[in-house]
């Protein structure tokens, strides 16, 4: 079963009178352990879509399956409980608590939905080393470099174990240092942990780390390749223009 199945999916804004279709029929699969990057220009539905498959916002028609869950299907509350146990969430902005320390950040999920065990505190041990923090898990958020900053998002995402990680424009705000080692461990979760992850970006040389790579123009997937023949940004860069053209 793949974690994550779009059918036909539509999604319009109203606008006054009028409404904007921001998605137009988008019909996507992404299997078990695929790091898809999603690129498009601005406006073309990119965060729509990520939206829409984190249960944020319903779609107008279509379906979206994730982890075999048709979320039409579910309550608003049990969409709120779905998202928290299944759904990973990182976006530009980290938004993390600036009272606690990186540590707490990450287990915050979990504090909000009952008391800390052993075996969660164990989880967190694991986390912290796979995002290489074991150093920096005192700190307290204005400690960290805004890539440590991110990891420590990254690593509250994945407290809960989700069946996909969802990412809208995760390195927008990190230089390109920063940027390189928060798109390296998002290809570590994939490649070494096997976690799905869908990865909004429209740069490049961030989506050259994904296993794949979908095209959105104009609320449409207009391509979708897989970048193991491609060699480097570059290429992905002329493949992405030839599509959008
Ligand atoms: N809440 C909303 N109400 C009305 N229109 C919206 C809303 N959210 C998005 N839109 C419109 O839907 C279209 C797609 O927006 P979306 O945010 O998905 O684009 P994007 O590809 O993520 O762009 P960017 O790269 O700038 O983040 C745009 O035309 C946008 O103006
Ligand atoms: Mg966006």
């Known amino acids: 079963m793949s974690p994550l199945i779009l059918q036909n999916v539509v999604k319009d804004y109203p606008q006054g009178s009028r409404s904007v279709r921001a998605l137009d029929g988008v019909s996507l699969e992404i299997t078990r352990g695929q790091f898809v990057a999603v690129m498009g220009a601005s406006g073309s539905g990119k965060s729509t879509l990520l939206h829409l498959m984190a249960g944020l916002t319903r779609p107008t028609s279509g379906q979206v399956r994730v982890n075999g869950q048709d979320l039409a299907r579910l309550s608003e509350s049990d969409l709120t409980r779905f998202r928290r146990d299944k ?15 990186a540590e707490e950040n ?9 008391r800390i065990t052993h075996a969660d505190r164990e989880r967190v041990d694991q986390i912290i080393q796979t995002l ?3 150093h920096r898990r005192d700190h307290s958020p204005d400690a960290l470099s805004g890539g440590e900053q991110q990891r420590v998002a990254i690593g509250r995402a994945l407290i809960n174990d989700p069946a996909v990680l969802l990412a809208d424009e ?11 080692s928060v798109c390296e461990l998002l290809r570590d979760l994939c490649f070494m942990h096997g976690k799905t992850i869908v990865l909004v970006t429209h740069e490049a040389s961030v989506a050259a780390y994904a296993s ?16 193991e023949l491609i ?12 599509a959008v053209q």
Request: hydrophobic share 40%; aromatic share 6%.
């Open 87 to 101: 759904i990973g969430l990182v976006f530009q902005s980290f938004n993390l608590i600036p009272t606690l320390t």
């Open 106 to 114: 990450i287990l915050l999920p979990l504090r909000l939905a009952r």
């Open 132 to 134: 290489g923090l074991q």
């Open 170 to 180: 995760p390195t927008g705000n990190l230089d390109s240092v920063n940027s390189r």
């Open 212 to 227: 794949d790579v979908v095209v959105i123009k104009d609320g449409k997937m207009i391509e979708r390749f897989s970048t």
């Open 231 to 242: 060699t480097d940004q570059q290429e992905l860069a002329a493949r992405y223009q030839q």
